[in-house]
């Protein structure tokens, strides 16, 4: 049995972020360690950019629990230098986001999109 190419998924996924998604960045704090020689290390600041596209979740997903009134639905394309995590944050525009969690679309291990949920900071 052949194996699907899922290469063209996520390009189509990526052409149709392009288009219908905005510019954005993610950024990643990673504390400092400790150097015995120096001293402590100061914190690294990762910071991607990224295509995004903002969603509001259907009142009828909203459990209370894992996703919250005001929550908000992140589709990422896949080219990111880092994959989304939950501390995240997400600039895109004038809204700046937590990654609350990150569920990529994965299949055969190639990633398609990031589907996040995403909360206010």
Do not use: W
Not at 2 to 9: G, N, Q, V
Not at 61 to 71: A, H, K, P, Q, T
């Amino acid at each position: 049995m052949a194996k699907f190419d899922y290469s063209r998924p996520a390009a189509t996924a990526k052409r149709l972020l392009d288009r219908f998604g905005q510019a954005g960045a993610i950024s990643r704090s990673t504390p400092g360690g400790y150097d015995p020689e120096t001293g402590p290390t100061d914190p690294v600041e990762l910071q991607s950019p990224c295509t995004v596209a903002l969603l509001e979740f259907d009142n009828h997903l909203i459990d209370g629990e894992l996703i919250l009134v005001g929550d908000r639905r992140a589709l990422i394309a896949p080219d990111a230098s880092f994959e989304p995590d939950a501390g995240d944050v997400l600039t895109v525009g004038s809204d700046v986001v937590q990654v609350v969690r990150n569920r990529p679309l994965k299949p055969a291990g190639v990633i398609v999109l990031h589907d996040c949920i995403v909360r206010a900071s």
